[in-house]
Each structure stands twice: as C-alpha cells, then as structure tokens.
C-alpha cells in the first residue's frame, strides 16, 4: 500500500509539473504572438506662439511656415501662419455653412476637406485662389499625402486612399491594434513612412503602418499643456505636422495658445 501511495504522489507531482510547463510555454508562445505596441513620451525642443482662437483641424509644414485648416461653423478659414510669431500672413475664410477639417499639401495645390457637408476644395498654395471644389461621401476629418496618394479619416477605423490628381478613391485602410479596431482617427500627417494620427478627445497619437494599417507605435503627450488651457471641453490635442528637411515634428490643439516641437522618446 505504501509503494503504491508513493507512485501515486509521484505520478501527480509528474503531473503538476508538466502542466506548469506546458503552461509557461503557451503564456510564452501568447507573449510571443502579440508583443506590447511601444509606448513613446516626449521632449519638448522649443514652444512657439499660437492663435488660442484658432480650432485647429489640419496643420502641414512647408518651406519654413505652417499651413493651417481651422473649423467650426462661421469661423472655418485656411490660413497660412508665420511658425516663430503665430503670425497669419495670409487667410481665406470659408463659407459659414462649411465646418473645415483636414488640410494637405500636394504639387503646389492645398485640399481642405469639410466635416458633414461632403464637400472639399482645391487652393492654389501660392495665394489661396480657388482652384476646384469636389465630393465625397461621408464625413470628412484628416488628411495627408505621400507620394502620389491623399490619405483621408472619417472618423472611423479605416483611412481611405485617393489619388491625389483625380480624388478618386482606390482603397482603404483598416487601423488596428493587435485585434483591436482604432477609431476616432482624425488629424493625420506622414512621417518618414509612417502615417501618424491623432485620437480624437485622447492625448495619443497612433503610428500607423500605410501598408497594413497595424499602430506600431503609440505616442502619449499626457501634460504637454497645463491644464489651465484646457478647460473647455473642445481644447484637445488635434494637429501633427512635420519637417522632412530639418526632421522636426512639431503638435499643437484646438484652441491651444502654442505650437510645440518635440522629440520622441521610447517608454522604459
């Protein structure tokens, strides 16, 4: 009785300890499979003066100055703004029954999309003449290019893909991360290849794969602005452009009084 009671002990602590095993494996083989998406922060390089009045939408760096979509019913404009003083050097007010979202540079030729009324427009960059004005279905939130293709948010989890001399739709991009589907993508700018959008109502921007749509990366500007700017509900994060030559990334919000460059460094 007792040889067989030792067998018996031994055969479940064999048991246990296999099992153990075999967990420790799956859980490592699951850790392999879905890796944790890199979280960055920031650094702040240098703060510039913004117009606190201006409901940013889009936001594109070229040549040295900012170019600029605001909204809001009545006080949507296309502005082209001075990056060292927040100076407006040259505006086109939109009409007041057009929101304006989105704004993206592309051969010399400005495109500003509206939010409900599906309904955008063609500038020349040169002095902000109306060149076409074209549709669209649904809403219209960011947009960016690359290359020869406009990339466009509707506040969904896909990005759609035009291209940019005909505005015609040629595919879409469903954004996620892991298996999770990433909405409320608005503001977008292209960053030395990747598609980086801001989450609306969130302080993080997702880095975005243009080819997969997989966030590669997620950058948290939690305390970037006090708090004291922010206390109307509207003054979220909202506006990403980009420098290629100088590789300078520079963010900044609705209503938000400054303009900041940053510079992104990886969570520990």
């Known amino acids: 009785m007792r040889l067989h009671a030792i067998h018996f002990r031994l055969g ?26 890199p979280v960055y922060r920031f650094k702040v390089v240098h703060t510039f003066p913004h117009d606190p009045k201006a409901y940013t939408q889009g936001l594109v760096y070229h040549d040295g100055f900012l170019y600029e979509g605001t909204g809001l019913y009545g006080r949507s ?23 304006g979202e989105g704004i993206t540079l592309f051969k010399n030729k ?15 960059a040169d002095d902000f003449h109306l060149l076409r004005q074209f549709t669209y279905t649904g809403e219209g939130w960011g947009l960016t290019t690359s290359g020869n293709e406009l990339f466009m948010s509707d506040g969904t989890d896909e990005i759609r893909v035009w291209d940019a001399n005909t505005l015609e739709e040629k595919r879409r991009i469903q954004v996620h991360d892991g298996e999770k589907a990433i909405t409320q993508l608005n503001e977008l700018e292209f960053v030395e290849g990747e598609i980086f959008a801001n989450v609306w109502q969130t302080n993080r921007i997702a880095r975005i794969s243009p080819r997969t749509g997989k966030v590669t990366g997620w950058i948290d500007l939690t305390g970037i602005l006090s708090m004291m700017y922010r206390r109307n509900s509207d003054a979220v994060l909202n506006g990403i452009a980009y420098d290629a030559k100088g590789k300078r990334l520079f963010v900044t919000g609705k209503l938000w009084p400054s303009i900041f460059e940053i510079q992104l460094i990886p969570e520990k």
Do not use: C, H, N
């Not at 099992?19 to 890796?35: H, I, M, R, V, Y």
């Not at 990056?83 to 029954?97: A, I, N, S």
């Not at 009324?117 to 500038?123: E, L, S, W």
């Open 12 to 37: 479940i602590a064999m048991l246990i300890a296999a099992t153990s095993l075999a967990l420790q494996g799956q859980a490592a083989q699951a850790q392999t499979a879905q890796p944790q998406t």
């Open 110 to 124: 400005i495109v500003q999309l509206t939010w409900k009324t599906q309904a955008g427009f063609v500038y020349s």
């Open 77 to 99: 404009s296309l502005r082209k703004v001075k990056l060292e003083t927040g100076e407006v050097l040259q505006k086109v007010d939109l009409d007041p029954k057009y929101f």
